[in-house]
């Protein structure tokens, strides 16, 4: 299966702001224990459409 066919079915998650805090926090947290630079990337699934 083709790389991209994974996440058809996700889009980019709208975060709150404090929400995103807590994502780049976790982000700095882990890059610090790792000593690797940490991206973390939020999706959510696509609502199932119906016809």
Do not use: C, H, V, W
């Not at 996700?10 to 709150?16: G, V």
Request: no cysteine.
């Amino acid at each position: 299966m083709p790389q991209n066919e994974k996440f058809e079915d996700y889009s980019a998650a709208d975060l709150e702001p404090g929400q995103l805090e807590r994502l780049r926090s976790l982000e700095n947290e882990l890059r610090e224990t790792t000593n690797q630079d940490i991206i973390l990337i939020a999706y959510e699934e696509n609502e199932a459409e119906t016809s």
